[in-house]
């Protein structure tokens, strides 16, 4: 069975400083990653996504991700933050039947 | 969100009534998902469609019922025998083919009181 596991509920940073929001995942089938913002009262918007080939994915915002199969991780990454950024982030893997299971999202809260 | 629309954004329901919320697309995708959020718990499936006139039940199916009458349409009511009624729902659709991203709705807020 797929799982996904954000393990920081809340990452504080402070504007411009890099960020780095943590995904582990479990899956015994071909592995399909994404990772979704969601900023607040509103629905999710597909950041990224990892489906096969290079393991250095890029996505919008200046966010991205690089999947690592010996370690299960799918991290994502930003360089340097703004407070737009500021919203929660969420993990998913895509199982069986093409449903998806989301980790429990990460609060990224960018600090002036 | 764009071709998805989800109404209302905000219901508010007295306990032991049934509510129905909309969900629509205008992308003409097969695919439509329920999920259901709560704070600290990330989303969770309520029930899924791959096809007119055909939906299945996912995790946490007790309390909800669903029809796909239309491909454009996958309304899901919220029934008296919800336990928790109140959170945030969302309605997705799948593009299908191999990447077969989800894309989601604006969302409902529904409170019951």
């Known amino acids: 069975a797929q799982s996904v596991t954000q393990l920081d509920s809340q990452v504080p940073v402070f504007e411009e400083a890099p960020v780095e929001l943590r995904c582990n995942y479990s899956s015994s089938v071909s592995v399909y990653l994404f990772w979704y913002v969601q900023y607040p009262n509103q629905g999710l918007q597909l950041l990224l996504k990892?489906?096969?080939?290079?393991?250095l994915v890029k996505g919008i915002n200046g966010f991205e991700a690089e999947f690592n199969k010996s370690q299960t991780s799918f991290h994502l990454r930003k360089p340097s933050v703004h407070i737009s950024d500021t919203a929660e982030y969420f993990c998913?893997?895509?199982?069986?039947?093409?449903?998806?299971?989301f980790g429990t999202g990460t609060l990224l809260a960018v600090q002036p | 969100d764009g071709g998805i629309t989800q109404s209302p954004k905000y219901l508010f329901r007295k306990e032991g009534q049934n509510v129905t919320l909309s969900c629509e697309q205008n992308l003409n995708h097969d695919a439509m998902y329920w999920y259901r959020q709560d704070p600290g718990q990330g989303l969770r499936l309520i029930y899924y469609?791959?096809?007119?006139?055909?939906?299945q039940k996912g995790d946490i199916a007790e309390g909800y019922s669903v029809s796909r009458e239309k491909k454009e349409s996958f309304p899901l009511t919220v029934t008296s025998a919800q336990k928790n009624p109140t959170a945030f729902y969302l309605c997705?659709?799948?593009?299908?083919?191999?990447?077969?991203?989800?894309?989601f709705g604006p969302g409902t807020r529904l409170t019951v009181l």
């Open positions: 997705a659709i799948a593009t299908g083919g191999s990447g077969n991203e989800q894309f």
């Open positions: 990892y489906l096969s080939g290079s393991t």
């Open positions: 469609s791959q096809i007119v006139n055909d939906f």
């Open positions: 998913a893997v895509r199982g069986a039947t093409n449903k998806l299971i």
